[in-house]
C-alpha cells in the first residue's frame, strides 16, 4: 500500500489539487482511504445512493450504463483519472456502474462527509472541482454522434454566464422599453377625437414584448450551442448560430504545444473568466470566456501530458517484451491498446435513392478509397441560366397553342434547336460539377480539378501530414441543406473541400481515417525501433556471456 508521502506525490499530478501546499496535501492523502479491488469486482451499482469520490491509483476502471434493458460501454479510466463525482456535495444515485477492469486495482476513496471537511479548511480546492463537476455533468447531459466509440470527453465547457448577460441587455431593454409601451396603452384612453389611442399602444406594446422575448430565446439557444470540449484524442471548438452558422474546429492531441491563460481585470478581479489558449503546430484553438480559466488550463495540460505518458509507457512495456524474448525470457502481459476507431456501417438505400445518388453522387465509396462531390445545390446555381432557358422554351411550346393556335415550324424548330443548345450547355456544366473530386484514401488526401475536354489539376499530400481540420456552414441555405467547406491543414499547405454535403460527417471521416493511419504508422515505427534495440542488446547480453566464459576458461587454464 502506498505511504502517505507516495500518495502526496499521486495528488500533486491531478488539477483537482492544483493550488494546494504539500502541508494541506499530506491533510487529504490522510483522509483519503485506500480500497483494492480484483479483475471482474463491482465497486459500485449504477442507481444506488452515491456518497464518495474515487481516484484510481492502480489499475484500471470500466464504467458502463443500462440502456434498454443491455449495458452499454461508456469508458474505460486509468491511473489518475477519477470518478463518482456525483456523491461529493450532496445525496444522488449513480448514474453508471463501476467495475475494475484489472487485477490489483487499488482506489483512493473521498467520503462527502470528509469533502465538506476540506472545503471548509481549503476554500481553493472548490474552483478545482466545481470546474470538474460542471463538466461531467454537461457531459452527462449531452450526446455528440459525431465522437467515436473509444473517445472520452475530459472536459466540456460552455462560455461564462457573464457571456450570456451581456447578450442579454438589448432584449432586456427593449423588454422593458415594450412594458412601458404596453402599460402606458393599459392606463390611458382614447382619445377625445374618438382615436383608440389605447389600443393602439397596447398592441404595439404587446407585439414589443413577443418581440424581445422572442430575441432573448434565440441569444440563449446561441450562446448554449457554443462547446469546448478536450477529449482523449483531441481539442474541439464547437460553434452554432442557429440557423446562420454552424462550425467546428479540432486538432489531435499530438498536434499540443502549450496550453496558456490569458483574462482581463474583470476576469480576474471580479468574474473568474479568461481565455485557455491551445497552441498547435498550426495556429492556435482559443476558448473564450471560460470559467475558473487557471483550473481549465491545469486540466487540459494534465490530460495532454497524461496522453503522451500513457503511450510512452506502453512503448516500454513493449520494448521490455521484446528484449525479454531475444534473452529467451517469458513475455509479460501487456495492457490492451486503445482500439480502433470503428469505421461507419453501410446503410442500405432504397432504389429511389440509390438513383439519384447515382445520378448525383455526393459521397462514394470504393475499396479503402472515398469520394466526395460538391452538393447538388451548387449544380443548381451553377446552371439557373441553362434550366431558365429551357423551362422557358417549354412554358412557351405548351401556351402557344393556347393564345395563338398551332405554332410555326420554324418556330418550333427555332425552341428545340435552343433547348438542345441549353440542354447540352448543363449537360456540361453537369460534367465539370462532377469532376471537381475530393478523395481521402488510407495514406493520402487528395483534392481533383478537372475540366471537361480540357486539363487537371491534381494536388495530394500524406493523410498523416494533417495538423488540423475544420469545418464551415455559413448561411441559412448551407445550414438547412447541410452542406459546406472543410478545411484541412496539411504543413505549409491547405485543403479545401468546398461545398461538400454534410462536412460533419466529412471531417469525422478525415479524422478517423487520421488517427486509424497514425496509429498504424506508430506500430510500424515502434516495431522496427524496437527490433533494432532489441536485437543490439541481444548482442550486447550475447557478448557478455562469451567475456565470461572466455574469462572462465583462463581461469581454468590459469589454475591447470
Known amino acids: 500500500m502506498p505511504d502517505i508521502s507516495a500518495r502526496v506525490s499521486f495528488l500533486k499530478q491531478s488539477h483537482l489539487f492544483r493550488g494546494v501546499n504539500d502541508k494541506d496535501l499530506a491533510a487529504v492523502a490522510e483522509i483519503m482511504q485506500e480500497s483494492a479491488y480484483g479483475a471482474g469486482e463491482t465497486i459500485f451499482t449504477e442507481g444506488t445512493p452515491a456518497d464518495s469520490f474515487y481516484m484510481i ?3 484500471r476502471v470500466r464504467l458502463s450504463r443500462r440502456q434498454k434493458d443491455r449495458s452499454i460501454h461508456v469508458a474505460t479510466l486509468f491511473p489518475g483519472d477519477y470518478f463518482g ?3 461529493l456535495l450532496k445525496a ?3 448514474n453508471a456502474t463501476a467495475i475494475a477492469d484489472e487485477s490489483n486495482t487499488l482506489l483512493l476513496v473521498l467520503y462527502r462527509s470528509e469533502f465538506k471537511k ?7 480546492l472548490w474552483d478545482n472541482f466545481d470546474l470538474m463537476m460542471d463538466s461531467r455533468q454537461l457531459a452527462s447531459e449531452l450526446n455528440f454522434p459525431w465522437l467515436s466509440d473509444n473517445e472520452v470527453i475530459y472536459f466540456l465547457a460552455r462560455k461564462h454566464h457573464v457571456v450570456l448577460w451581456r447578450m442579454l441587455a438589448w432584449p432586456l431593454l427593449g423588454f422593458l422599453f415594450a412594458l412601458g409601451v404596453l402599460g402606458l396603452g393599459l392606463v390611458i384612453g382614447p382619445l377625445p377625437s374618438g382615436l383608440p389611442i389605447n389600443l393602439i399602444l397596447a398592441g404595439v406594446g404587446g407585439f414589443l414584448v413577443v418581440i424581445a422575448l422572442a430575441w432573448a430565446l434565440w441569444l ?3 450562446w448554449s450551442n457554443d462547446f469546448y470540449i478536450v477529449t482523449n484524442q483531441r481539442v474541439i471548438y464547437l460553434e452554432k448560430v442557429i440557423g ?7 486538432a489531435p492531441m499530438s498536434t499540443i504545444l502549450s496550453v496558456n491563460t490569458e483574462a482581463d481585470y474583470w476576469g480576474r478581479r471580479f468574474f473568474d473568466y479568461g481565455t485557455v489558449i491551445v497552441r498547435t503546430f498550426v495556429g492556435q484553438i482559443r476558448m473564450t470566456f471560460v470559467r475558473h480559466p487557471l483550473q481549465a488550463a491545469a ?5 495532454w501530458n497524461r496522453t503522451k505518458q500513457v503511450s510512452r509507457k506502453l512503448d516500454e512495456e513493449i520494448i521490455k517484451n521484446s528484449i525479454r524474448a531475444k534473452l529467451g525470457v517469458p513475455k509479460r502481459d501487456l495492457p490492451p491498446p486503445p482500439p480502433m476507431p470503428k469505421p461507419i456501417p453501410a446503410v442500405q438505400k432504397a432504389p429511389v435513392k440509390r438513383f439519384w445518388d447515382k445520378l448525383f453522387p455526393l459521397r462514394q465509396e470504393d475499396g479503402g478509397t472515398v469520394t466526395y462531390h460538391k452538393h447538388w445545390f451548387v449544380l443548381v446555381l451553377h446552371t439557373i441560366p441553362q434550366l431558365g432557358g429551357i423551362l422557358a422554351i417549354l412554358v412557351v411550346l405548351v401556351a402557344y397553342p393556347f393564345l395563338f393556335g398551332a405554332p410555326p415550324l420554324w418556330l418550333v424548330f427555332i425552341l428545340f434547336t435552343l433547348m438542345m443548345g441549353l440542354a447540352l450547355w448543363w449537360f456540361y456544366r453537369y460534367e465539370d460539377w462532377k469532376n471537381d473530386l475530393y478523395q481521402v484514401t488510407p495514406d493520402q488526401i487528395i483534392d481533383i480539378y478537372r475540366k ?3 486539363t487537371e489539376d491534381r494536388k495530394a499530400a500524406p493523410l498523416d501530414g494533417i495538423l488540423s481540420t475544420e469545418y464551415r456552414r455559413n448561411g441559412i441555405i448551407e445550414v438547412l441543406l447541410n452542406y459546406g467547406t472543410v478545411y484541412i491543414s496539411v504543413g505549409g499547405t491547405n485543403f479545401d473541400f468546398e461545398d461538400v454535403a454534410d462536412p460533419p460527417s466529412v471531417q469525422q471521416d478525415i479524422v478517423r481515417r487520421l488517427q486509424v493511419r497514425l496509429a498504424k504508422k506508430k506500430e510500424a515505427d515502434t516495431a522496427a525501433e524496437r527490433e533494432r534495440m532489441a536485437e543490439w542488446l541481444g548482442y550486447y547480453h550475447k557478448t557478455i556471456q562469451e567475456i565470461e566464459e572466455e574469462r572462465r576458461r583462463a581461469r581454468e587454464g590459469g589454475i591447470g
Not at 118 to 124: A, D, E, F, G
Not at 244 to 250: I, K, W
Not at 299 to 303: G, K, L, P
Request: glycine content about 12%.
Open 299 to 303: 486540466m487540459i495540460e494534465e490530460y
Open 118 to 124: 476540506l472545503l471548509s479548511r481549503m476554500p481553493t
Open 452 to 454: 471537361p475536354f480540357g
Open 244 to 250: 446562420l452558422y454552424d462550425n467546428r474546429q479540432e
Open 220 to 222: 440563449y439557444l446561441d
Open 92 to 94: 444522488g444515485i449513480r
Open 85 to 87: 463525482e456525483r456523491g
Open 57 to 59: 491509483y492502480r489499475g
